[in-house]
Nanobody, 125 residues
Framework: VQLQASGGGLAHPGGSLRLSCAAS????????VGWFRQAPGKEREGVSC????????FVTDPVKGRVIISRDSAKNMVYLQMNNLKPEDTAVYFC???????????????????WGQGTLVTVSS
């Protein structure tokens, strides 16, 4: 049972990246999935999450209008499409799952049950 985040790398300001969160050993559709990030010297913060029921999505203010979270049930994956990247988006990005059927998802990391290892996103010119 594990999560694997991937897709990070170096992007220029204004560029795009798509992060992937792959699950093995369990069905991601049964979980709310959250993306979080932690920049050097800063606390971890929520980015976006998608609920298990209804697929409701939530986005935090720093990335609002620039990210799209989505599921691919056939591949048992969740994606985070990030557009118009800014230098302040530089961070290690993590995906995590929360076993809940709530119609809302939380950005409280303590609620999440399993975390992936993180993927580094660097936005620089």
């Amino acid at each position: 049972v594990q999560l694997q985040a991937s897709g990070g790398g170096l992007a220029h300001p204004g560029g795009s990246l798509r992060l992937s969160c792959a699950a093995s050993g369990f069905n991601l559709d049964h979980y709310a999935v959250g993306w979080f990030r932690q920049a050097p010297g800063k606390e971890r913060e929520g980015v976006s999450c998608i609920t298990s029921s209804m697929g409701n999505v939530f986005v935090t203010d720093p990335v609002k209008g620039r990210v799209i979270i989505s599921r691919d049930s056939a591949k048992n994956m969740v994606y985070l499409q990030m557009n118009n990247l800014k230098p302040e988006d530089t961070a290690v990005y993590f995906c995590a799952v929360h076993a809940t059927r709530d119609i809302r998802c939380t950005f409280s990391g303590n609620e999440y049950d399993l975390w992936g290892q993180g993927t580094l996103v660097t936005v620089s010119s």
